[in-house]
């Protein structure tokens, strides 16, 4: 059989056509046979406007269906899929764009005047075309007249199936070549070891531009049989509305956070589900027991990272510590090395290395970042900080890299503190993460202001900041010093500023 991963979901669509796979409003569904015949459409038209197999697609969409059916159609005509955040400020999009140098944009019918002129700026030929959140414009348009017959393009395990652009700690973001054997070795592990079946019903309330949302959740679904409630976003009610008709849960821990919020969570509204899965930010050990407690269920933490899928996993049946990820995945094999590459026994905190058939190909258009991040015996230098307890349960207990993740979005200082050091008033600045109790942490500036009669207040930088970066990378609390404490040689000791200002101020948050 053909390595692409399409392949492995065409063979239940052909089985089972009027089986049901995903409701966006819990009462109407898109069945498999959709699946089939929007992918198909969708893929002759791809290649009747002349794009090949190696071809990239960029998408930056609000969550449909029929997004997540533009994702399966570049699988099936072997092209590459660029998932990109509707959030992202013009600047960052022309980077992206002008990087991937994709041949299709996929935007919203309102951007698609200015996508176009943006395309065109960043020296990318590509074609425009619309797709609004109800399935409208003129990509579906375009395809409805297309053949729903289309030949699964042929591919190979380490073709490249996706394109995920992660910021780097210094220097541009780097997009993260995802193979289909990448993502079939990775998704069929977490079926097998989540238990997932055609039995199931996921809440997928997960945005589509992001690993946990459109590799994870959606390929456990399609790699299974299961059914998904289709959700635009998280909100609270609608997730307690679904989980009596539900069976499985994937979040992050802002889900459960707000969840805890609504009084009507109970053991008796959780009565049918079976599974409840955090990830993609730290999850506080204080939301892991009042979640228990609340419901009867055990949270169940995994640790990955944009470059690997999943690397860990709190089994389904066993110990599920909290503060942990669990054990490696089948498969997976994660070693915590000391400064000079050693190996170093359980209880001793170090670096966080990887390898397995989950990990990427490299880094589009950087090689030599991409042969710096391997050792010679191919493990993945991850930049974090971990340890093994004696019983083979991994703990993430920092980031080398000082990665925030907030909200399950990965923010990383040095973007936000070049954008801060710009503005008027600013004299310099560091970025950091601390501990919060819905986005797992938050994004927290020390700023430095210059000797000027009327220094910017914490609102200006945040509104003047907004320009220039997507939401979720905004700080969510500024403090003014005089200096930033440093060490001997000069860096800046972020770990005091984390110790400072752990404590929350009720002003942001």
């Keep these: 059989m053909s390595a692409n991963l399409f392949a492995r979901f065409e063979q239940r669509a052909r089985a089972e056509p009027a089986r049901p796979l995903l409701s966006t409003d819990g009462e109407r569904w ?4 959709d699946l089939a015949t929007h992918s198909g459409r969708l893929a002759t038209l791809f290649t009747v406007l002349g794009l090949v197999p190696g071809d990239r ?3 930056i969409v609000d969550k449909s269906a029929q997004a997540l059916f533009l994702y399966l159609a570049c699988l099936r005509a072997g092209l590459v899929c660029v998932p990109l955040n509707v959030g992202y400020t013009r600047s960052e999009l022309g980077y992206f764009l002008g990087n991937a140098t994709p041949r299709v944009i996929v935007c919203s019918g309102a951007a698609l005047a200015d996508m176009t002129a943006l395309a065109g700026a960043s020296g990318c030929d590509a074609r425009v075309l619309s797709l609004d959140a109800d399935g409208s414009g003129s990509l579906y348009e375009r395809a409805g007249s297309q053949a729903a017959d289309f030949d699964t393009v042929a591919r190979q395990d380490g073709d490249v199936a996706a394109l995920i652009y992660t910021s780097g ?11 289909h054997g990448n993502l079939a070795s990775n998704g069929l592990t977490l079926v097998a070891q ?13 945005p589509l531009f992001h690993v946990h949302g459109l590799f994870v959740a959606c390929h456990c679904v399609l790699l299974s049989g299961a059914r998904m409630y289709f959700l635009p976003r998280f909100e609270p009610r609608s997730i307690l509305s679904l989980l009596p008709r539900a069976t499985v849960l994937m979040g992050v821990p802002t889900f459960y956070t707000r969840l805890l919020a609504e009084p009507a969570l109970n053991q008796a509204l959780c009565r049918n589900m079976r599974l409840f899965v955090s990830g993609s930010a730290p999850l506080l050990e204080e939301t ?3 979640f228990r407690a609340r419901t009867g269920h055990t949270i169940l933490e995994r640790y990955g990272m944009s470059e690997t899928g999943m690397n860990t996993s709190n089994p389904l049946t066993g110990p599920r510590k909290p503060g942990t990820v669990g054990p490696p995945l089948p498969g997976v094999s994660v070693r915590i090395v000391d400064d000079a590459g050693r190996p170093v026994p359980a209880g001793t905190v170090g670096a966080i290395q990887v390898r397995g058939p989950n990990v990427f190909a490299g880094y589009w258009g950087m090689p030599d970042k991409s042969a710096a991040d391997l050792t010679v015996d191919g493990y993945l230098r991850t930049g974090d900080l971990g340890v093994f307890d004696a019983d083979g349960y991994l703990a993430i207990v920092g980031r080398a890299r000082d990665l925030v993740i907030s909200g399950g979005y990965n923010v990383y200082p ?12 600013v004299r310099e600045s560091a970025v950091f993460g601390v501990p919060h109790p819905d986005f797992g942490e938050a994004v927290t500036a020390a700023v430095v202001c210059t000797a000027s009669a009327e220094p910017p207040t914490a609102q200006d930088l945040i509104r003047a900041a907004r320009e220039h970066l997507a939401a979720y990378k905004l700080p969510k609390r500024v403090v003014f010093v005089d200096e930033l404490p440093r060490n001997s040689m000069g860096k800046v000791q972020k770990a005091l500023l984390r110790e400072r200002y752990a404590t929350p101020d009720p002003d942001f948050g």
């Design 194 to 206: 989540w238990g997932m079946c055609a039995g199931d019903v996921l809440v997928h309330a997960l």
């Design 169 to 179: 700690t210094t220097g541009q973001p780097k997009g993260v070549m995802v193979t």
């Design 30 to 33: 898109f069945t498999w046979g």
């Design 414 to 425: 040095k973007e936000v503190e070049a954008v801060l050091d710009r503005i008027p008033g």
């Design 57 to 59: 697609l960029a998408m």
């Design 288 to 290: 892991f027991a009042a």
